[in-house]
Structure formats: structure tokens, C-alpha cells
């Protein structure tokens, strides 16, 4: 078993919709925080990835929620640097109430990217073995997600200047915000995601325009593709529950 | 003097721009979040609000920024209920950072929406005799926004999800995101705001097309107008300097 690193979290209303549950982008986001700082809790934080001119990518979430905390509410979020091969690292991250019952987990598969190229770089040693996680041959691919036949439903999005992040292109957690956004108010107004794998193709930068599309494939089952002038960017799918 | 309340944060990495650097919207928001934790820390909060079927709105803010914090730094936000007529509460807001320098500087406008028909609801005792302030007879109206002669910039944009609050409309951080966001990346990531007035007139729900409308006025000046089917939903005016 390698290290977990923990950090508690009281929700801020403004990162809740507008029923007063956890914003999914959101959730993702608290999540990645809590590697960024057991990275920096280990000494392998952004000025040893400098050395090496990379930064860390995602290259797949798979999140899993039973319960989404509600404003005010205090949370706990643990990760664990789970296992590694030559080019990717894969990540675990859990959600639990005050009570230590669990209300999320997600797999997560992270990638170093050269600045300069924009190209994935194998990871030094020095950047993976303070985390004592195991290191493996295979490559996870995770779940396949169905192919699209018929698009349902679309929409358009320019990136904003508030999603760039500082490997200066879109956030990971924009993808499944404009995933979601596409369904419209009243869907997610009544319902939930139990579960949302996405899938990162290729990095979205600023200026670019984006196309959010949708096919319902199952009474509660989406299917996602997010695409930049007619390239793949994204893939996702979500299950869903009513609220 | 009356009271004022204070609460620590840490800025995560995501509330900050590409360059490290809280973003605006994200700002406004942890002061909002203050103002709200102190009316729930004097037993004046959403419950108390239900009864009269009122939620709090705000119709103006005027943020003054010597310097913006940076991912991880501890920040503390103070706020204070300064003043109150009939309609309106008046409000003021300072982030000092851990040395106790005065980083930036927020005076707000409060009402009390009626939840049902929209309209704003005369100040009961009861919300406001616990904050201990000064009862004032005139209507503050704040800082001229100059007319818009030439329209040098327009971009649109469709409401998100994300965007609506808890009173079912667009959240009054998001205005300014729109305001900065018609500027372009070039522009944001080597200027930032000294100064942010925004007057709102109007509110947006879910489903409206948005236009944010920029003109150059002064070197470093811009004024803005956020519209939707044409009518004027809010104005702003935002000073710059150089990053």
C-alpha cells in the first residue's frame, strides 16, 4: 500500500449549483488539488518539474459518486499515486463526509508534457519515487466508450479566458462542465451523475471554438464528444440518476 | 464602528488565472462568501430569509485592487455592514493578506429580493438590526459610469449551467468574467484591474443569449455594457495597469 495523503475541505457556496450540491467541475478540481499538494508535500512540486520543462497532464478521469456534498458541508480528500509506467501515472482520489462514509471516487491517469513540444515525456524517476507507488508494464486504457451514431444534441462554446490553466490550455475540468452544459438546465436541474468517464484526445487552447455533442444511448447513459475544428477532443460518458 | 467579521483562506491553484494570479470573478465571490457566513454566525441567514420569501441581491459593486493574491498565499477577508436604508444595504469588504497589507478594497450594494415576484423587498428589522448599522436616510448611488459612444468590441454568450446561483439567475461574479472575458487573452494576461465598478440594472436566467459590449475610453479605462435582447442588464467600468 503507498502513501495517501489527505486534506480537509469546508464547501464554499459559490462552488455549489443552484440547489446547493457540489458542482462536478468542481469536485475534479478539489480532487487534483490534493496531488498538487502531496506532490509539493514530497519536494517533487513545480520547480523539479521545471527542470525538466514538463508539467502534468490528464489523460483520464473515471469518477464514481454515490452522494455530492451540499454547501458548508466538510469533506476529506484523500489520494494515493496508485501505480506507474514509462509515460503514465495512475491516481486514485476519494471524497468522504465528516462521518468517513464515502461519497465519491475517481481513477485518474496523468501524463508529464514537455512546455516547449506539447509532447508527452517519459517520467524521470525523480519525479515518480518519492510517491512509493508501484511501478507496472501494462497501460491502463479504462473503460471503451461507446461509439456516437446519431447526435441528439449540440452546442457551441469559446474558450474563455477563466478556463485557461497554467499549462495554458483548457482545463481538464471544463471538458465535463461543457459535456454537462449541453444537456441543458432542466435535465441537470432533476438529475445527478452517478458516474463520468472522460477521456482527453488533444489539448484545447485559447481562441479555439468547441462543439459540445450529446447522444442519449440508455435511459439514464449520455455519450460525449467535445470537438475543435471537427477534431476529436474529448470523449465522455456519463450515467446519470434523478435528484 | 460596527461589527465586522473576518475569516482566513487559502487560495486554491484553480481560483487563479494562467499566471498564477486570482481571478476577479473568484475574489468577489470569497468576499460575497464572507458577508454570508457572518449573517449565518448572527443567526440572520437563509432560514430567517425564507420567512419574509426574500433572498439577497446585489446591485453594485466598486472594487478597488493595489495587489491580487497568488495560488496557495493565506489571505483573510474582512467585512463589515456599514450602512442601511429603507431598500438598500451597504457594505464594505477588505483582503489583507498574512501581514495584515490591504490588497484590495470592495464597497457593495445589498437588496432583498422577493423571491416570487422579483421585485425588491423593503428591509425588515429583523435581517438587519443584528449587524449594529447605521440607519442613513440618502440613496447612495456610487461612481458615474460614462456613456458608451463607440462600440469597439462586442462577444456573445450563451448562460451556463454553471452560472446560476441559488436565486435562480446569473451570479453577480459573473458579470465582471464577461465584462474582462470580451478583452481577449492577449489583453488579460498583461494587464490587470486596479479598479472594477459594475451596476447591476436587470437580472439574467437560464437560457438568455448575452452580449458583452467594450469601448477604450482612456488609456487604461474600459467601460462595458452586458446585455440581453437588447436591454441594458448591467454596466461596469474597469481601470488597468500593467502586470
New interface residues.
Given amino acids: 500500500m503507498t502513501n495517501t495523503y489527505t486534506e480537509t475541505y469546508t464547501i464554499?457556496?459559490?462552488d455549489?449549483?443552484?440547489?446547493?450540491l457540489l458542482?462536478i467541475?468542481m469536485l475534479i478540481?478539489?480532487m487534483?488539488?490534493t496531488s498538487?499538494n502531496q506532490s509539493d508535500s514530497l519536494g517533487v512540486g513545480a520547480e523539479l518539474l521545471k527542470e525538466f520543462n514538463v508539467n502534468w497532464i490528464i489523460t483520464q478521469h473515471d469518477l464514481k459518486i454515490s452522494e455530492l456534498p451540499r454547501t458548508s458541508d466538510v469533506v476529506m480528500v484523500t489520494t494515493q499515486a496508485e501505480s506507474y509506467n514509462k509515460y503514465f501515472c495512475y491516481r486514485r482520489f476519494w471524497l468522504h463526509d465528516s462521518n468517513k462514509n464515502e461519497l465519491a471516487f475517481m481513477e485518474s491517469t496523468f501524463a508529464l508534457m514537455d512546455v516547449t513540444t506539447r509532447k508527452v515525456h517519459a517520467v524521470p524517476d525523480e519525479v515518480i519515487l518519492p510517491f512509493q507507488s508501484e511501478k507496472i508494464k501494462r497501460i491502463k486504457r479504462g473503460e471503451k466508450i461507446p461509439e456516437m451514431n446519431e447526435t441528439t444534441i449540440k452546442?457551441s462554446f469559446?474558450v474563455?479566458?477563466?478556463d485557461?490553466?497554467?499549462?495554458?490550455h483548457v482545463?481538464n475540468?471544463t471538458y465535463p462542465?461543457w459535456m454537462?452544459?449541453s444537456l441543458?438546465?432542466d435535465f441537470?436541474i432533476s438529475h445527478v451523475p452517478t458516474r463520468i468517464i472522460v477521456k482527453f484526445n488533444k489539448e484545447i487552447r485559447?481562441?479555439e471554438a468547441v462543439e459540445s455533442v450529446v447522444e442519449e444511448i440508455k435511459e439514464q447513459e449520455t455519450i460525449h464528444q467535445i470537438k475543435s475544428n471537427e477534431t476529436l477532443c474529448a470523449e465522455g460518458l456519463i450515467q446519470w440518476k434523478k435528484r
Fill in positions: 464554499p457556496y459559490y455549489c449549483d443552484s440547489e446547493g458542482k467541475p478540481k478539489m487534483i488539488r498538487g452546442r469559446d474563455s479566458f477563466w485557461i490553466d497554467d499549462n495554458h482545463n475540468a462542465a454537462m452544459d441543458g438546465y441537470l485559447y481562441g
